[in-house]
């Protein structure tokens, strides 16, 4: 677990930028996606703000997005109570490795998304407006150098590094996910396959069984993630998602990195609900000395 005072002999922690913003689209009548940013430590949980910034060394701090399914409202309320449900088991989780009862991260996180699977799946045989609803889920955890992430469906996490390219960590839980990852199709061919948005794994909708995917991922300062919902990169190819996440935003009025993705897919797409998290990796700078003190 994390939440520890550093060592005065590690190296100084980075601190973490974030921002984040979702948009209902061009078409859809309302917005089915959601998004979570909190921060924690072993005494409280704070929600944070759709911007900010924070030192990343004693506190953890966790980002998810969430894209829901399902007839009528049910698609929105899969992705609300899931959102809802890792902002109150991830610290009870949290707490309880602190007291010995769990130490392992991945082992934590695969447990939070059985219990929503198991939630949602509930919610579905006990209410007919909830049968067969359902949700993905990406969520990042950022313990101090390490960001430990869990995800099922076709939501997605990216990770760019300081010096390399753009890389997606995670699986989309899908046949023609399948076929790019084994090489058997491109790109550009597996957004227009007919089977695009047909999921084999989500939580809930109607599913037994789900094998979330979970690891970690050593960060650096310079790094940057992005967590999002497929409506993004229905507008953006990844050579997009790279060009904007590592080049200064041209625009007159400054924007932060995730309205610019949302603002840049809605231009070239927008038929789907959008949401995207960037959490940039920054050096700690240390406050400059008190001009006032003795």
Known sequence: MSAEPSSPSRPVMPDLRWSGMTHRGRVRPNNEDAFLALCFDGHEVRYLGKTGAASAANTDFVFAVSDGMGGAQSGEFASRITIEKVSHWLPRSFRMGALGVATDSTDILLEIFHAIHAELLNLGRSYEECQGMGTTLS?????????????????????????GKLQQITHDHSHVGWLRRNGKINEREARTHPMRNALNQALGAGQQIVDPQVGAVVYEPGDRFLICSDGLTDGLWDRHLDEFLSTPDSAPSPRTPAQRLIDESL??????????IVVEVLEHNLPAPDATAG
């Open 139 to 163: 969520m990042c955890w950022f313990t101090p150098g390490r960001m430990f992430f869990g995800h099922v469906g076709d939501s997605r996490i990216y990770h760019l590094p300081a010096n």
């Open 267 to 276: 231009e070239r797409s927008g038929r789907d609900n959008l949401t995207a």
